[in-house]
């Protein structure tokens, strides 16, 4: 599964253990873009860098690729959708995967991505 920024920012908040449990489930990816997201965020605290250093260990980063470009670019070209969340689906079709996210709204338009809220009660 591809893991989009929110599930990461959850689990270094640890403000939702299942959310850290999750990410560290199974042979779980991010994109490129999302590390920059993640790691950029300008209110990040040491202890939550600590736990995303620990996270980031455990997980593959699919790099931005010439594949994944044309493939942002086409999402882009077919409907209003932000550079960064281009980025995430595009790497979640070129790659297969399912793209884990709280905001599947983000995503919904998206033609043949598949969508996986794992926490959808708690919006």
Same mark, same amino acid.
């Given at each position: 599964?591809? !893991?989009?920024?929110?599930? +990461?920012?959850? %689990?270094?908040?640890?403000? #939702?253990? *299942?959310?850290?449990?999750?990410?560290?489930? $199974?042979?779980?990816?991010?994109?490129?873009?999302?590390?920059?997201?993640?790691?950029?965020?300008?209110?990040?605290?040491?202890?939550?860098?600590?736990?995303?250093?620990?996270?980031?260990?455990? !997980?593959?980063?699919?790099? +931005?690729?010439? %594949?994944?470009?044309?493939? #942002?670019? *086409?999402?882009?070209?077919?409907?209003?959708? $932000?550079?960064?969340?281009?980025?995430?689906?595009?790497?979640?079709?070129?790659?297969?995967?399912?793209?884990?996210?709280?905001?599947?709204?983000?995503?919904?338009?998206?033609?043949?991505?598949? !969508?996986?809220?794992?926490?959808?009660?708690?919006?």
């Amino acid at each position: 599964m591809l !893991l989009d920024s929110n599930i +990461l920012i959850q %689990a270094a908040n640890q403000t #939702a253990p *299942e959310t850290e449990l999750l990410v560290v489930s $199974g042979d779980h990816a991010v994109a490129s873009i999302t590390q920059i997201e993640v790691y950029g965020f300008t209110g990040l605290m040491p202890e939550e860098k600590a736990t995303l250093d620990i996270l980031f260990r455990r !997980l593959t980063v699919h790099p +931005l690729d010439e %594949a994944v470009i044309w493939r #942002a670019i *086409e999402l882009r070209q077919e409907c209003r959708m $932000g550079l960064g969340d281009a980025i995430i689906a595009a790497t979640a079709l070129v790659h297969g995967l399912p793209l884990v996210t709280r905001n599947t709204d983000d995503f919904k338009h998206v033609e043949n991505l598949k !969508l996986v809220d794992p926490f959808p009660a708690r919006k």
